[in-house]
């Protein structure tokens, strides 16, 4: 890839993950309810973690883009979160780290199980907010 092609694509990555971010927030903020400390729509919180995993997955198809991709896609054609933490693991801890804790809590957690502590979601929103920032600077 070129540089052009590099700063392009981290503009276009980083602008349409926090498209993502931003629309998950709106959807806990106006739809998904507060009561004391936890959410009380479960719809609306597994539909918001579901977007903002989402997100992850934009930033880092375009960090293995960018870095380059080390372990290949299994036959199926289908990535997993093996494929990422494979692509991801020996370039960068950080990262991987991040990505841990966003699969943990936005794609597990909050969107397999529907969680709705606002802490743990807010946690998991975090994640992706550290992912942007780290895909800033590494990229």
């Known amino acids: 890839m070129t540089k052009y092609e590099i700063l392009k694509l981290k503009t276009e990555t980083i602008k349409e993950a926090t498209r993502y971010l931003n629309n998950s927030k709106t959807m806990l903020r106006e739809k998904a309810g507060k009561k004391d400390k936890f959410y009380t729509d479960a719809k609306y919180v597994k ?6 995993y989402n997100g992850v997955l ?5 960090y293995i883009k ?10 199926n054609g ?7 933490r494979q692509n ?3 370039k960068d801890t950080v990262l991987i780290n991040h990505l ?4 943990d809590v936005l794609h597990l957690s909050g969107y397999y199980e529907g969680i709705l502590k606002v802490s743990t979601i807010t946690d998991g ?5 550290d992912i942007i920032s780290h895909f ?3 990229c």
């Not at 289908?78 to 990422?84: E, M, P, R, V």
């Not at 929103?125 to 907010?129: G, H, T």
């Open 125 to 129: 929103i975090n994640s992706l907010k």
């Open 58 to 62: 934009i930033v880092l198809d375009a």
């Open 88 to 90: 991801i693991n020996a």
């Open 136 to 138: 800033k600077l590494k």
């Open 78 to 84: 289908h990535k997993s979160i093996d494929y990422y």
């Open 100 to 103: 841990n804790a966003a699969y």
């Open 66 to 75: 960018i870095k380059g991709e080390t372990y290949k896609l299994p036959k």
């Open 47 to 52: 539909t918001a973690c579901g977007t903002a």
